[in-house]
């Protein structure tokens, strides 16, 4: 416990109010959705500097502002150069490559999920179904915000985890059965407002470490521990040489973008030829967030052992308890705010996304039509499961991580953009691909990446902890390489 009585009575106050601010953009955005199709991707035309801030808000989400930094904290430089420069260079040049093409398919085929721009690009049902299956996997997603805004909210309030995770769960989840994309844009938009001004004030916290200059502060690093201080940390388990740190971000980065909670927020353009200020707003906003992995730099260097009143920090706490304990009441409660608001964008779009398919894409084919009539409240429902799913997963995230719940979820996270990468990279360059050729690149994908982690298989994998970027790096190449081959060899004769 370490929050002050002030610091826990100023943001009971604070986080109620912005509860009760989220709640009217919610109502707001729930009055003009009329339809499924509604709360999927939304009917009000909004601005495209809008949308995308609404990207970058749930683009970056508490992994970027909370967990990330922390292996910042306990690997050093090695990370920030993984986290803050190659893999966001390699996400932004994707996101400008597929958005365009997505948007433009997306519309011609009127799809509202991943799955179904899947199914309908390549007019099959089955690989519609088998991606909306697939997608359950990002409930690793949900678990890893929900656990890293619990320790921020926890810390914050001194309250026992268990307590806020449940808060958290039933706020979150229960305003999202009503408000759906049109309400996702207002709040993301607030969210990443509050996030940028967050991420600001975080980046310039550790000035004063940098009155040597960038070599002060690597002196600093490395009389904590040579490795913290070096390009490569042969003591990490994510960045021990160029290949993880470089290669293997530069091929997650460029597949990373095809999630449904990102790339089909392309759908909510109206007007597709406003693309371009959507990806320059997104992408000029989130160049700012992706720095705020320094941080965790500046928390290693105010706990050196990385402990706090005797007590061994956990990967995942390291953050929350450097924001409650490096500023005063009024700022700390503006990052916190921050560190939530990165957390619930996301978590929002993660939510909205996934129960959307599964009413659309697995309960509609199952029970053949008769869901339709009822999908708003069959949604809702489907919300009320997720809910209760993610909550269990994170309580035993919370308890008993394995290093960090991000393993956990890069593992979920990366198989499912794994197997997601060829058929959307085909889908949009590619004519008259043979749903065959991609249907078992997307299966070959997802066997590899757990093939490879949980057999234990290239020396990377041989820690007690493993990178789950390797695995999912080589299934991506492995995927597309099958992928291409079997569309070469099937591709359908063009008619003269």
């Known amino acids: 416990m370490v929050a002050t009585d002030d610091w826990v009575t100023y943001m009971w106050i604070l986080l109620a109010c912005y509860a009760f601010v989220i709640l009217f953009f919610v109502m707001r955005g729930a009055k003009k959705a009329n339809s499924i199709a509604d709360y999927a991707v939304g009917n009000i035309g909004f601005s495209p500097w809008v949308v995308g801030l609404s990207l970058a808000a749930s683009m970056t989400s508490a992994a970027t502002f909370i967990i990330n930094p922390g292996f910042i904290a306990l690997y050093g430089v090695s990370g920030v150069i993984s986290f803050a420069v190659v893999m966001p260079i390699a996400i932004f040049g994707s996101l400008i490559m597929f958005t365009k093409g997505f948007a433009k398919h997306g519309n011609v085929v009127k799809a509202t999920t991943m799955a179904q721009w899947i199914g309908r690009r390549y007019e099959s049902k089955n690989y519609a179904f088998f991606f909306a299956v697939t997608a359950m996997l990002l409930i690793t997603f949900i678990v890893l915000i929900n656990v890293g805004v619990t320790q921020v909210i926890s810390k914050s309030l001194n309250v026992e985890p268990f307590y806020v995770l449940l808060g958290i769960t039933v706020f979150v989840f229960g305003y999202m059965m009503f408000g759906g994309a049109n309400s996702m844009v207002y709040t993301n938009t607030i969210q990443a407002v509050i996030m940028f001004v967050v991420a ?8 004063e470490y940098f009155e040597g200059g960038v070599s002060g502060i690597l002196k600093e690093l490395s009389n904590i521990d040579p490795n913290l201080s070096k390009a490569t940390n042969s003591q990490s388990f994510l960045f021990r040489d160029y290949f ?20 089909t927020k392309s759908l909510l353009l109206k007007d597709q030829t406003k693309v371009n200020s959507y990806l320059f707003s997104a992408i000029a906003v989130m160049v700012v967030f992706f720095m705020v992995v320094v941080v965790g730099l500046y928390a290693r260097l105010t706990f050196p052992e990385l402990t706090v009143m005797g007590k061994t920090l956990k990967m995942d706490e390291i953050i929350p308890t450097y924001v409650v304990t490096k500023f005063s009441v009024g700022v700390g409660m503006v990052i916190v705010v921050g560190l939530i608001s990165a957390g619930l964008s996301t978590l929002e779009s993660l939510i909205q996304s996934l129960s959307i398919t599964v009413t659309s894409d697995i309960l509609e084919p199952i029970f053949k039509g008769k869901v339709t009539n009822n999908s708003f409240m069959i949604n809702k429902i489907v919300i009320l499961i997720l809910a209760i799913v993610s909550f269990v997963l994170s309580w035993q995230q919370i308890k008993s991580p394995n290093v960090s719940v991000a393993i956990f979820a890069q593992n979920g996270v990366y198989a499912y953009f794994a197997a997601a990468f060829v058929p959307v990279l085909f889908g949009i360059f590619l004519k008259d691909v043979p749903v065959s050729a991609v249907f078992i690149a997307s299966i070959m994908a997802i066997v590899v990446h757990f093939g490879i982690y949980y057999g234990r298989l290239t020396p990377y994998m041989q820690e007690p902890v493993n990178n789950p970027g390797v695995s ?6 492995v995927s597309l390489i099958v992928g291409y081959v079997l569309y070469k060899l099937n591709r359908k004769p063009v008619l003269v």
């Open 200 to 207: 600001i004030i975080l980046i310039t916290s550790g000035r």
């Open 244 to 263: 993880e740190i470089v290669v293997v971000q530069i091929v997650i980065g460029i597949a990373i973008v095809c999630q449904p909670h990102i790339i």
């Open 472 to 477: 999912a790096a080589i299934a991506i190449v």
